[in-house]
C-alpha cells in the first residue's frame, strides 16, 4: 500500500501507461524496423497485465508466441524486405486526419458506453485462484466432454500445420519462374 | 484495477491499432497495427474472464485460441508479403493495383 492505493493498481497504472506510449510509439514510428522493437515492448507489458489479472498461463504463451514467435518471424521479414527508402511511404496528412478522427469516434463511443455502466468500476473477481493455472487449461482443452475443447484444440493443430505448409508454399523460390 | 480501466486500456490500444492500420502504407506495418488490435481484444477476453464469467477458465482459454489462429495468419501473411516483394519489390499497399497479372 502507498498512500492507500494498492500496490497491484500502481503496477497496473504504471504498465497500462507504458503500454499505450510504446503502442503510439509503434504506430507513428517512421522506421518499421523500430515499430517491430516497440511492439515487443507492448507485448511484454500485455504479458505483466496477464500476471495482474492471475492468468499467469496466457502471460507465458503471450510471451512465447507473439514476444518470441511472431515478432520475430516479422523482423526477419523487415529484413529480408528491407531495401526500401522509407520516403516512399509517405502518408499525406488529410488521410492522417482521417484515421485520427475514425479511432477518436471509436474511443468516444465506448468511452461513452462505458462510463455509463457502474457495475464495470465496482465487479470484483469471482474466478477462483485455480481457474486459470496450466492444469486448468490442460484439462479442458484436453477433456472430450460437454465441456471440453478437445475437438477446437485438434482443428488449432491441424490449422497450424496447413499454415505451415501453405507459407513454405507460397515463400519458396520458383526458379522457372524468377525472371518474370 | 478493475474491469473498467481493463476495458479502458484494451480500447485505447484497439483505437491506436486502427490508427496505425489506415495511416500505414507499408505492409509489415498494417500487419503490426493488426497485431496491435488483436492484443487488444485478448485483453478484453482476460480481463472479463478475470472479473465477470461464470467459467473463467473457459473465458481465458479462447484467447489462447485467438493466440494461435494469429501465429497462422502471420507465417501466412508474411510469406506473401516475401512473395511480392519478390515479384514487385515494393511493399507499398498503393502500388499493388497491378495484383491481376
Redesign the interface.
Known amino acids: 500500500m502507498i498512500l492507500g492505493i494498492p500496490f497491484?493498481?500502481i503496477v497496473?497504472?504504471v504498465v497500462?501507461a507504458f503500454?499505450?506510449v510504446a503502442?503510439?510509439v509503434?504506430?507513428?514510428s517512421k522506421n518499421?524496423l523500430q515499430?517491430?522493437i516497440f511492439?515487443i515492448a507492448?507485448?511484454i507489458a500485455?504479458a505483466i497485465?496477464?500476471i495482474?489479472?492471475?492468468?499467469e498461463f496466457?502471460a507465458v504463451?503471450?510471451v512465447m508466441?507473439?514476444a518470441g514467435?511472431?515478432v520475430v518471424?516479422?523482423i526477419?521479414?523487415?529484413l529480408?524486405?528491407s531495401?526500401?527508402g522509407e520516403e516512399?511511404?509517405k502518408?499525406h496528412l488529410p488521410?492522417?486526419f482521417?484515421?485520427?478522427a475514425?479511432?477518436?469516434a471509436?474511443?468516444a463511443i465506448?468511452?461513452k458506453f462505458?462510463i455509463g455502466?457502474p457495475e464495470?468500476?465496482?465487479?470484483?473477481?469471482?474466478?477462483?485462484a485455480e481457474?486459470?493455472t496450466f492444469g486448468?487449461?490442460a484439462l479442458?482443452?484436453l477433456s472430450p466432454g460437454a465441456?471440453g475443447?478437445l475437438i477446437?484444440f485438434e482443428l488449432?493443430s491441424l490449422?497450424?500445420l496447413?499454415?505451415?505448409v501453405?507459407?513454405?508454399t507460397?515463400?519458396k523460390k520458383d526458379e522457372d519462374k524468377e525472371e518474370? | 484495477m478493475t474491469l473498467l480501466n481493463c476495458l479502458i486500456l484494451a480500447f485505447v490500444l484497439f483505437a491506436i491499432g486502427v490508427f496505425g492500420l489506415l495511416t500505414r502504407r507499408h505492409l509489415v506495418g498494417m500487419l503490426i497495427s493488426i497485431e496491435l488490435m488483436l492484443n487488444a481484444a485478448n485483453i478484453n477476453f482476460v480481463a472479463f474472464a478475470h472479473f465477470k464469467a461464470a467459467d473463467a477458465t473457459a473465458g481465458s482459454l479462447f484467447s489462447i485460441f485467438v493466440i494461435a489462429i494469429t501465429a497462422c495468419e502471420m507465417a501466412v501473411a508474411l510469406a506473401i508479403l516475401i512473395t511480392m516483394y519478390r515479384r514487385h519489390k515494393s511493399l507499398d499497399v498503393n502500388r499493388l493495383e497491378d495484383l491481376h497479372d
Open positions: 497491484s493498481d497496473f497504472y497500462a503500454m499505450i503502442a503510439v509503434t504506430v507513428v518499421i515499430s517491430a511492439l507492448t507485448f500485455t497485465v496477464y495482474l489479472l492471475q492468468a496466457m504463451a503471450q508466441v507473439y514467435g511472431v518471424f516479422m526477419f521479414a523487415i529480408l524486405t531495401h526500401l516512399s511511404f502518408v488521410r492522417k482521417i484515421a485520427g475514425i479511432a477518436a471509436f474511443l465506448m468511452g462505458l455502466q464495470l468500476a465496482t465487479a470484483t473477481s469471482n474466478a477462483s481457474a486459470s486448468a487449461y479442458r482443452l465441456n475443447f477446437p488449432i490449422l497450424l496447413m499454415a505451415l501453405a507459407s513454405v507460397i515463400a518474370k
